[in-house]
């Protein structure tokens, strides 16, 4: 069974940087492309960035560009999210999520394309 267990998350002030991890079991994961999504209170889950199996290529909502990294260590089964210039808008409950099928291009934001989900980790950024 596939688990994603996102840590990390917690309360910063605005300009200040997180990073958070996801650790990933119960499948090849360096085979399949991750994303992170973050939800706020009274909106829709909005995807934040997204990169290969492998690596490669990384996608990104345009509201975090030059702003947030994405990246992956597929020795240590692991996802991360590296957070910078952190603005109040940022506040949210952050998602790590892993594709259907192996291999293929950079995901989309679109959550479909998404099989799996963890259970979100809390970043607050105060103004």
């Known amino acids: 069974q596939v688990q994603l267990v996102e840590s990390g998350g917690g309360l910063v002030q605005a300009g200040g940087s997180l990073r958070l991890s996801c650790a990933a079991s119960?499948?090849?994961?360096?085979?399949?492309?991750m994303g992170w999504f973050r939800q706020a209170p009274g909106k829709e889950r909005e995807f934040v960035a997204a990169?290969?199996?492998?690596?490669?290529?990384?996608n990104y909502a345009d509201s975090v560009k030059g702003r947030f990294t994405i990246s992956r260590d597929n020795a240590k089964n692991r996802v991360y999210l590296q957070m910078n210039s952190l603005k109040a808008d940022d506040t949210a409950v952050y998602y790590c999520?892993?594709?259907?099928?192996?291999?293929?291009?950079?995901?989309?934001?679109?959550?479909?394309?998404?099989?799996?989900w963890g259970q979100g980790t809390q970043v607050t950024v105060s103004s």
């Open positions: 999520a892993m594709s259907y099928a192996p291999y293929g291009p950079v995901l989309t934001g679109r959550r479909g394309q998404y099989e799996y």
């Open positions: 119960g499948r090849a994961f360096s085979t399949y492309n």
């Open positions: 990169v290969t199996w492998n690596g490669g290529n990384t």
